[in-house]
DNA sequence: CCTCGAATCGAAAGCGTTTTCGTCAGTGGA
DNA sequence: TCCACTGACGAAAACGCTTTCGATTCGAGG
């Protein structure tokens, strides 16, 4: 490995100087400085980083928690599309993304905080990283700068971001109304996620806006998942009386109960409509075309990799909390019914 | 942030037997190594991986390279969950992954092996890389571990795996053959990958072993993605006379396919069979079911993450290819004919 | 000719570890 | 009593870089 003592002996300079061109101070002549660059480029050398994180005191590196476990399913390519897009972006100041292992040696540091100081990463940012987990009282403790999605912090460094999940949901629900749909049911999450508690949340404010009624009924829950969508589905059906649509809190689960309904004879879209959240790429090509709430994946990625940008450069800017917009997105599995 | 000095002042010892006892020296008495433990606790330390790295010259990261460009669609969960076995694998060593970035700033270090040497890194995983980038063969030529999927490298300590992409389309044709195809199609890739080649190459060779005709009408090309497939169907039912059935070198193309042939009133799997490959998690999913030839992206992570380790581990042990078997899920889209 | 400021450069300390090698005390054997 | 050896520990160098601050030179202004 070259040095820059290798390029300051060749140069005939010290190696201060060397490093004053490599990191552009001005108190270089252009002469030298000329040499210098020639130099490094003809050798070939790359600053290491570890020497220079052990001075400066930064890594130029952004660790990433990332958890997708099986409950997540299909959110899969979605928070990877939001990683993609966050690292888009800081990319452009030089950042590369240190993935955190799920698994560890024994004896290795646990828990976020305590991993994100042994690597020395300037920023964090965690996605799908459910409320519970153990190290997050801590780590929103300390003055390490992180964002998240989906997951609500609250640290004198942590913000958080997710899409208008209340809203959202308030457009489903707005959209079946105005195809003419009174009788809406609700399937939404079992694990009191943030999202899905959003857009319970919204699911309600809607129907009382419109002053629709409210039959629990009609409403069920599930993991996000296709099978829980077609059991929740299943459920719902044993009602008296049937609603007409139905909104999922996400695309998988939609998907799940149109086997539900096709099982019971039922055609979805037609007999019983549906409406998704998320837009994965499979909803348009299913069969019928599922309507659904579409999560700006790539909006999401690049907001919170500016926001964290911003909360490492700026020591004591505040945290804030992010809301990306949604869109409906109506295709083939809402009929209009009534006049 | 608390050095080993701390400890060392606290506990009354020199750095170097703080240094020791962390690092599990058998020269430090059963007295001290406790103190030292104990107090380790206390104080909440970690490790400065940058010192560390600085002196060792090794970063226990494993540095990613992964390329999902537009053109990869749906292959993107599939490198996906490749990347997820991997790391676990890894994750038990100590590794953990430095995703490089696409973008970066105009000054910084380009190319593999740069940003590899820049890192510090001690391997590197590559995934999604087109045969054709330019910095491949000096990476290659360096000392540095590297493994890639579906990508064939020949280098010192260069590894690659790939699917058994020849057996698997013969598979998928021997396949169609044993439900009563004769007149078999294929839709390949454009772009000259080596898994694209190796499915045309299998095909072929199918063809021959069983002594059918190949027919060049029934041959086209695509880019794995659905819009191509559905263009690539397109073209083979201008033939004269239609082949009944085609195998598809992804499943998306096939997908894409069952859309061309609902265009001119044809059912899919019934009037033409169709056959895929990955199996992704939609093949299921879509009506009908797609057959298609599963990759085994667990067993494909798992052993690009030991051939890494060994490869790093032993500084003389020549690369490999590694090939991981295949299998037929047979699904609803292949008719029988015929006797 | 003297002084002063600007421009240019380098010495040296420091970042937090690991690792080599030496020191020293104690122990057992001759 | 002496010697050799073992066990336990620490001094110091090294890893490759950044950054502060002082030194030197040079030209301009007085």
Redesign the interface.
């Known amino acids: 490995?070259t040095t820059i003592y290798d390029i300051a002996r060749r140069a005939g300079v010290s190696a201060t100087t060397v490093s004053k061109v490599l990191n552009g101070y001005p108190d270089v002549s252009q002469k030298t400085r000329e040499k210098v660059q020639r130099i490094t480029r003809e050798l070939?050398y790359?600053?290491?980083?570890?020497?220079r994180?052990?001075v400066t005191r930064r890594?130029m590196?952004i660790g990433?928690f990332f958890q997708?476990d099986a409950r997540m399913g299909?959110r899969?390519?979605f928070l990877?599309d939001i990683v993609?897009s966050f690292?888009?972006?800081?990319?452009?100041?030089?950042?590369?993304?240190?993935?955190?292992?799920?698994?560890?040696?024994p004896n290795?540091?646990q828990g976020f905080e305590?991993r994100a100081?042994?690597?020395?990463v300037d920023g964090l940012f965690l996605l799908g990283i459910p409320r519970t987990s153990p190290g997050l009282p801590s780590l929103v403790r300390s003055r390490i700068p992180v964002v998240s999605v989906d997951l609500d912090l609250f640290g004198p460094r942590a913000s958080w971001l997710s899409s208008d999940n209340i809203g959202g949901a308030k457009l489903a629900v707005m959209h079946l109304a105005a195809m003419g749909h009174t009788k809406i049911g609700f399937v939404g999450d079992r694990y009191g996620t943030k999202p899905g508690q959003d857009r319970a949340l919204g699911y309600h404010m809607a129907l009382q806006e419109l002053g629709l009624a409210f039959r629990s009924e009609w409403v069920a829950e599930g993991d996000f998942m296709e099978e829980s969508g077609e059991e929740a589905m299943h459920r719902i059906l044993e009602a008296r009386e049937w609603p007409t649509a139905v909104f999922f809190a996400s695309d998988m689960m939609a998907?799940g109960a149109m086997k539900a309904l096709r099982e019971r004879g039922l055609e979805p879209g037609r007999d019983i409509s549906l409406v998704g959240f998320d837009d994965v790429?499979?909803a348009r090509?299913?069969?019928p075309a599922l309507t659904t709430i579409r999560q700006n994946t790539r909006a999401m990625g690049e907001e919170a990799a500016r926001e964290l940008l911003d909360l490492m450069q700026n020591p004591n800017r505040p945290p804030r909390v992010i809301t990306i917009p949604v869109e409906l997105v109506s295709r083939d599995s809402v009929a209009r019914i009534g006049g």
Chains 1, 2 share one sequence.
Do not use: K
């Open positions: 490995m070939g790359q600053p290491n980083a570890a020497a994180g052990l890594s590196s990433v997708d299909f899969h390519p990877h993609a690292q888009d972006v800081v990319g452009e100041s030089g950042y590369d993304l240190l993935f955190f292992s799920r698994t560890t040696p290795a540091p305590a100081r042994h690597r020395g998907i790429a499979i090509l299913v069969t």
